[in-house]
């Protein structure tokens, strides 16, 4: 586009060009631009910002905290490329991340290695994939994209494929893990440490397979250093294979004694090993759905194994040294049939006293053992995150998708629309705020010519079940979040350390000035300082909180008395 010198700049300023962006000097020299004199192109960036961090809140929802997925498409070619590490893949008809994942695993077990075992029929692997085959093939004429129902063989063999990628991605596979996991006798308890190995990586935690060979020193599956604390885990990994007792009735007399018997000796085998800071995994594969209040069943019946284990278990005359204990169970690696991809998990302690649940704390202490067990605590999140396979290579939501795979664009804040104003007229409006309200549509807040008002705005299916799903950052809203749990003082600790986590030394100076019962943190580094604000502002908090709900507690009392 060619521009006169007397013409209006383009980049919005009002300005002619020749002053503002075409730097007409006698020696030919431009003037750099500046955002004072480009005001347009300043509130184009902080848009796409804006966006920019929206995207990656709804992106970090699905791919978690760690390395995202590096991918691009050539489109001349139809070619989608993805990068694993420093390894780039690429491949056609890669519509969806899970076509990728196809490819991934079979490239990682090797083509040669498949082509042989394939002819046996022993190996696991090959049945989930033709009965996947079977069940989703692509028939002509349907579109790219459709909706199925998961089943247990999709989910056994996505699970693995995603967990071999994301360990791959974030450190490197360990040989023996590749080596057991094509040895069908090996492969079921190898699948289950390539599900830990995946969490472990996803939480920043640099992994080595301990266990190479057989020796007179008990050695872990995993060795893991966290990048943040610096300390090394020695992580066990053990699958229960098959149940005796019936699993349909978790409150049955024979099955809870087996669970209690199973746990028990898991805790035993494992620390005869005699590990240094151990993280104990314990697979259930309970091969029957179970309803939330069964889980929660079994999850009560473990934790009176774990304590029973903790009071009275030794090894060699000595009591049992402290760990964490990770229990799990994955549905489908029980039952390759059952509807659905449903697990659950949950983290418990032996001998830990400052484990910050379960027990009694003053809340200052409470914090600190949180603080002090977040490697843990975010290897709990990473696992959860690694439970759920992304569909899209963006991290867009998989609602917006079309037919063909692509991402359908909807309304975001900075868009013009046209909307009626505030007499019935149609303008052209900037949407300035946004937010769903209710189940199917979205209350926006519009701006044009001065005036601001407010436009319902009807939602897609997609739309709503995407802004459920991941809150209104996926319309563009950059500080979207979910809401922070009243009944948490741990929840709302994490949204207010993000809150101040970009504090200056000025506004901490500023803090502790207007807050002397607590000035004598004044000296703390700024990082640290940070924390201590956060801190304070969490137990004052919860400590209000606490205060507001007693009143209200104590006057609903004394309404019943009133009317009885």
């Not at 409470?366 to 290897?379: C, N, S």
Request: overall charge neutral; proline content about 6%.
């Amino acid at each position: 586009m060619k521009t006169g010198r007397n013409d209006l700049c383009p980049c919005g300023s009002g300005k002619k060009f020749k002053t503002c962006c075409l730097f007409a000097t006698k020696l030919g020299a431009r003037r750099a631009p500046t955002p004072e004199r480009h005001p347009a192109l300043l509130a184009s960036a902080q848009a796409m910002l804006r966006h920019h961090q929206a995207a990656e809140n709804v992106r970090q929802q699905q791919q978690g905290h760690g390395n995202p997925i590096v991918s691009w498409m050539d489109e001349t070619n139809g070619f989608r490329f993805v990068a694993v590490k420093q390894t780039v893949y690429w491949g056609k008809n890669w519509v969806i991340f899970p076509n990728f994942l196809d490819h991934f695993m079979k490239s990682t077990l090797g083509h040669e290695w498949g082509e042989s075992e394939r002819g046996k029929g022993q190996h696991p692997l090959f049945r989930w994939l033709q009965k996947t085959q079977a069940y989703s093939s692509h028939k002509p004429g349907e579109p790219k994209v459709k909706t199925i129902v998961m089943m247990g063989f999709i989910a056994c063999w996505l699970h693995l494929a995603y967990a071999l990628y994301l360990i791959a991605h974030h450190d490197e596979i360990p040989q023996p893990m590749l080596k057991r996991l094509r040895n069908p006798i090996n492969f079921m308890p190898a699948y289950y440490e390539a599900i830990v190995g995946a969490a472990l990586a996803v939480a920043g935690l640099e992994i080595s397979c301990a266990e190479t060979q057989a020796g007179s020193t008990p050695t872990p599956e995993f060795r893991a250093k966290s990048k943040v604390s610096g300390k090394t885990y020695e992580v066990e990994a053990k699958r229960k294979n098959g149940w005796k007792a019936p699993t349909g009735d978790v409150l049955n007399a024979g099955f809870q004694r087996e669970l209690h018997g199973y746990v028990r000796d898991q805790i035993y085998n494992a620390s005869k090993k005699k590990l240094t800071n151990p993280v104990y995994w314990f697979e259930l594969s309970i091969p029957t759905m179970m309803a939330e209040a069964d889980w929660r069943a079994v999850a009560e019946k473990a934790e009176a194994a774990i304590r029973d284990a903790e009071k009275s278990m030794t090894v060699d005359g000595q009591p049992i040294a402290p760990a964490y204990v990770i229990i799990t169970n994955h549905t489908f690696l029980a039952d390759e049939d059952v509807t659905g991809q449903p697990c659950f998990g949950f983290l418990q302690t032996i001998k830990i006293d400052d484990y910050p649940f379960g027990r009694p704390l003053e809340l200052e202490a409470a914090l600190e053992g949180y603080d002090k067990h977040r490697d843990i605590f975010w290897l709990m999140e990473a696992w959860r995150t690694a439970s759920t396979v992304p569909t899209t290579f963006d991290g867009s939501p998989p609602e917006l998708l079309d037919s063909d795979g692509k991402p359908q664009r909807t309304v975001k804040i900075g868009d013009m629309i046209e909307v009626p104003d505030m007499d019935g007229e149609t303008v052209r409006a900037t949407v300035e705020e946004i937010s769903s309200w209710g189940d199917d549509k979205a209350m926006l807040v519009v701006g044009a010519n001065g005036r601001h008002w407010l436009v319902e705005m009807p939602l897609t299916a997609g739309e709503a079940q995407a802004a459920r799903r991941f809150t209104d950052a996926v319309f563009g809203k950059d500080n979207a979040s979910r809401s922070v749990h009243d009944d948490d003082p741990f929840d709302l600790y994490d949204w207010l350390l993000k809150a101040h986590a970009n504090m200056t030394q000025e506004q901490v100076d500023d803090f502790f000035e207007r807050n002397p019962t607590v000035d004598y943190y004044k000296d703390l580094p700024l990082k640290e300082a940070r924390v201590r604000v956060a801190r304070e502002y969490t137990k004052w908090t919860w400590m209000r909180t606490q205060q507001d709900k007693a009143a209200k507690s104590l006057q609903a009392t004394g309404l019943n008395e009133t009317a009885s």
